[in-house]
């Protein structure tokens, strides 16, 4: 699949998820997103955000978001509501979740047994 608008970039092979895993996507996706409007890129009139995942050979599902474009980001000093629930819910599916708040923009990396 790939899909390719003017601030919103999504691409990947079709993926077919476990319930529990989809819905762990889901919630991660749509935390990530209700961020970006308030707070990063899509807060910004040239802010865009790149989804990307991808299967390896061992069968992990490795889903990559980045956010150009918005305002300067600035490392959190606390992990908020939805920084704990996609941890939560990630490591619940003994998945790893990795937060790079790079000056120029988020960069979320989740990985997943599939």
Partial sequence: MQNKGSRVSIEGPQVLLEPNSAQAIAVTLHEL???AAKHGAL???EGQIE??????ADGRLILLWTETGGPPVKTPTHQGFGGR?????IEQLKGRTRFDWRR???ICEITLQT
């Fill in 33 to 35: 997103a209700t961020n």
């Fill in 43 to 45: 807060s910004a009139t």
């Fill in 51 to 56: 989804v990307k995942w991808s299967h390896t």
């Fill in 85 to 89: 629930v996609i941890k939560g819910m």
């Fill in 104 to 106: 120029e923009g988020l």
